[in-house]
């Protein structure tokens, strides 16, 4: 019963999604991100001087649309290199491979900041159900997916010891006036906040989030505790 009442209001896709993310892609790489960040900066000294930041930087568009290509999305985005691979044989495929690129972001004073960074792929699958007649997918019903994906993802994360440290969630909506360097604002305020996070903590400040970064409370669905699809248990029985 519980199952169908899933169904019907659609709320196990976003949470399938989620964990199919972190169980098949992010608790692989994310372990080894700051290693290969390190053996980067081992080769290009000072490129990615800023220890707070050797993370992957998660970018969560509520909107769900997703750039292939994040040069075109926005100019101030360069791409600069790939991580080290992670190459393991999984479900049948033989040394597949697993990377991270980094980026050079560029500010307003033409400075640049080097991160690795990317998009939660499973967003362009909810893009892609809303487009799709056979999914009876409404554009709210993506809204409300998306919120539901990054909270679920966001607990997720929190719960996993060997991720800790290792990635940003960086949720956004896009304003409705077309923005050329959106993107990249979004991106520099997030470096930005991690390289000051540890003094705003020591001085006892809140950090002072932009307009267009959401939080966990934010995107509140409205949705009851006991609607929310379940964890299977074994001590039922």
């Not at 509520?62 to 100019?75: P, T």
């Amino acid at each position: 019963e519980m199952s169908e009442m899933s169904e019907r209001s659609k709320q196990n896709v976003a949470h399938g999604l989620a964990w199919s993310y972190y169980i098949g892609y992010l608790k692989i790489v994310l372990p080894r991100v700051k290693k290969s960040i390190e053996e980067f900066n081992r080769a290009h000294p000072n490129t990615l001087a800023r220890r707070e930041t050797w993370k992957l930087h998660i970018l969560v568009p509520l909107s769900c649309d997703v750039y292939d290509d994040l040069e075109k999305a926005d100019s101030n985005i360069q791409y600069l290199t790939d991580l080290t691979e992670t190459t393991l044989t999984r479900a049948g495929t033989i040394k597949r491979v697993y990377k991270q690129s980094l980026y050079a972001i560029r500010d307003e004073d033409n400075k640049l900041w080097h991160c690795a960074v990317e998009y939660a792929t499973p967003l362009q699958s909810l893009y892609a159900m809303s487009q799709d007649e056979c999914a009876a997918f409404s554009g709210e019903d993506r809204l409300d997916q998306a919120k539901l994906f990054y909270r679920t993802l966001e607990e997720i994360l929190k719960g996993s010891k060997e991720c800790a440290g290792t990635y940003r969630l960086i949720v956004y909506e896009e304003s409705g006036e077309a923005e050329t360097h959106f993107l990249s604002r979004e991106i520099l305020w997030h470096l930005q906040q991690q390289c000051h996070e540890e003094y705003a903590m020591y001085e006892g400040n809140q950090p002072h989030n932009p307009s267009t970064t959401l939080s966990s409370t934010e995107l509140n669905l409205q949705i009851s505790e006991s609607d929310l699809p379940q964890p299977l248990r074994s001590d039922c029985f």
